[in-house]
């Protein structure tokens, strides 16, 4: 790692003003789109030598992500003025999809990839690595002024409101013939229902997929989805939203984003079986809250190979100060140990494929 972190700095000796990240048009799927613009005179690459970062590196993925990879850049821009970026977070599974296809070098995840999408990589010969960048989670929450008094959930109780079974669900209590099938014996209120979250191409709907639904749905010889039913809204920032307005709805996000709206909702605790536990940084890192998760960079370690600007980034978004500033990246940081792993992670399968680093 260290010699990556010397590549990043190689282009030191070059002046000018530093790339900035700026808004590209988005002309379809709502796709977030940055790019450095560079203002570098060529007059100021005399005597530069050859170790200038001056390559483009493109990455799509999950708008969860999206934070920690601004930060990012915009640290690694201001050295490497001539490298060139296009970010398009499209979400988790179109992320994993293009890396796949190869149309990009890096995806950004907030979750594993599915068996489908490792058989798929493999039959198109993109060979990559895995790398862990932080923590996250799923919170559901309610209206503040909602008459619904429940705290906390059971994860059969989440099961029995937004699984597959529960479409056409209108109140909170037509779940219980669901959730006593599954052991559950507390009630829900007659109140009525509305679930509402982002998107289904989200990899925050993945996530609540495989914690909530899958491990019923399967044994039960239902489909793993939400209710087609729940309310998907095209922006994650129109939730809370949506949530307040609906007096007795039920949302969920991120923790990331979910966390900027403690004003405005009511968090619920989740209940795996050990207790109500609350959405936290602590229990998020320790894993006791049931809802959580890890992001992923899945790097294309043929394009790291070709791309020296790429490999010196990705050494650079793996060093301490990018992974646990808590105030710019997209979630929960990683504990030390688990960065240490991360970077052990990155040097192995770098050195395995050839990857200057």
């Not at 293009?98 to 068996?115: G, I, S, Y």
């Not at 619904?148 to 209590?173: H, M």
């Not at 619920?268 to 809802?291: F, K, M, N, Q």
Request: aromatic content about 6%; hydrophobic content about 40%.
């Amino acid at each position: 790692m260290r010699n990556g972190r010397r590549a990043a700095r190689s282009s030191r000796c070059l002046s000018g003003s530093a790339g900035r990240l700026r808004d590209v048009p988005r002309p379809t799927h709502r796709a977030i789109r940055f790019a450095l613009s560079v203002g570098v005179a060529l007059t100021a690459l005399g005597g530069c030598g050859g170790n200038t970062l001056d390559q483009s590196i493109s990455v799509g993925g999950s708008p969860s992500v999206q934070p920690f990879l601004s930060m990012t850049v915009d640290r690694f821009a201001p050295e490497n003025p001539l490298a060139r970026f296009e970010i398009k977070m499209n979400g988790s599974s179109e992320g994993i999809g293009n890396l796949c296809d190869q149309l990009v070098d890096v995806a950004a995840t907030a979750r594993k990839m599915t068996p489908k999408e490792i058989e798929a990589c493999s039959a198109s010969g993109t060979s990559l690595t895995s790398i862990p960048v932080a923590r996250d989670a799923i919170v559901l929450f309610t209206n503040k002024k909602s008459s619904n008094k429940i705290d906390c959930l059971t994860v059969p109780q989440i099961y029995s409101l937004v699984g597959p079974e529960s479409a056409g669900f209108k109140r909170w209590s037509d779940g219980m013939g669901i959730a006593s099938q599954l052991s559950e014996t507390s009630t829900l209120p007659k109140i009525p229902l509305t679930v509402i979250g982002p998107p289904q191409t989200s990899g925050t709907v993945d996530l609540l997929i495989d914690q909530t639904i899958s491990p019923f749905s399967q044994a039960r010889q239902r489909s793993s989805e939400l209710r087609p039913d729940y309310r998907a809204l095209a922006s994650d920032a129109m939730i809370p939203g949506e949530v307040s307005r609906v007096k007795n709805s039920i949302g969920f996000a991120d923790y990331e984003k979910a966390q900027r709206w403690r004003s405005e909702v009511r968090f619920l605790e989740v209940d795996s079986g050990r207790g109500c536990v609350p959405a936290t940084a602590a229990t998020i890192r320790a894993g006791s809250y049931a809802l959580s998760r890890s992001q992923f960079l899945f790097v294309s370690l043929k394009a790291a190979a070709a791309n020296p600007t790429l490999a010196a980034f990705i050494s650079f978004a793996l060093e301490p100060a990018q992974l646990v500033d808590e105030g710019n990246a997209s979630g929960i940081s990683l504990a030390p140990k688990e960065i240490d792993a991360a970077n052990q992670i990155w040097s192995a399968a770098a050195d395995a494929a050839g990857v200057s680093q």
